[in-house]
């Protein structure tokens, strides 16, 4: 077996694509009549009740919440935003999706949104802004990538590390993770994140690296399944 055959599974991705889609639909919204932004943000204190969930899908950030200077549009800063988080919520989470089946990979998604909100919650209550503001699906994308490299690392154990060092979608997920990880420790992205972020990004991969463990019968079952 090899990567892509899992991809071409049966099961069909149905979470991680409506996340996509609703990604993409929320931020371009968002991005057409700015007056939105602040009703699907994440501000404490809360507004708005569907704030707790509506942030995850919103990215980027207000045109008037941007320092004067700052060298990238609203527009740019919501492309790279969303673009990067859809790199993982697409490959690693249609990859999670198809071995663990839909309603255990809503479970890794639930947990995931869960342990984000608390987090922003306690950074919310630990802010000394006034207004404290969080946006994005770092909190799910972040926690896909370790239970979808621990399916590529099983896959291996299973079939062979030669087999799946021959396979050219193997060094398109790799470079992806390492910059994940990257991207996670780092305290400032693009001159508008801060520790934060980092905490967020951090806590997110930690779930994932539980998650992995915990599924990690059902990922061994999946390879013996197939057979």
């Not at 420790?185 to 994932?208: D, F, K, Q, R, Y």
């Amino acid at each position: 077996m090899k990567i892509k055959d899992v991809y071409f599974g049966k099961r069909f991705p149905f979470v991680s694509i409506a996340i996509a889609v609703l990604c993409l639909a929320v931020t371009i919204i968002s991005q057409l009549k700015p007056s939105t932004y602040i009703a699907f943000a994440f501000t404490y204190p809360v507004k708005y009740p569907w704030q707790v969930i509506s942030y995850v899908f919103l990215h980027g950030i207000a045109k008037d919440l941007l320092p004067p200077d700052f060298p990238f549009s609203p527009m740019k800063l919501a492309i790279g935003h969303v673009g990067f988080n859809l790199l993982l919520i697409l490959p690693f989470g249609i990859l999670c999706e198809k071995v663990l089946g839909n309603v255990k990979f809503l479970l890794l998604s639930a947990v995931a949104w869960l342990t984000d909100i608390g987090c922003i919650f306690i950074l919310a209550l630990s802010s000394k802004d006034d207004t404290f503001l969080s946006a994005g699906a770092s909190g799910l994308a972040f926690a896909y990538m370790p239970v979808g490299m621990f399916i590529i690392i099983s896959l291996g154990k299973k079939y062979g590390f030669k087999n799946l060092f021959k396979q050219i979608i193997f060094y398109l997920l790799m470079p992806i993770a390492i910059f994940t990880f990257i991207f996670a420790v780092s305290p400032n992205v693009a001159g508008v994140t801060g520790v934060e972020s980092m905490i967020v990004h951090l806590l997110a991969l930690c779930v994932g690296v539980l998650m992995a463990v915990l599924f990690r019968k059902k990922i061994k079952g999946y390879f013996e399944s197939v057979n």
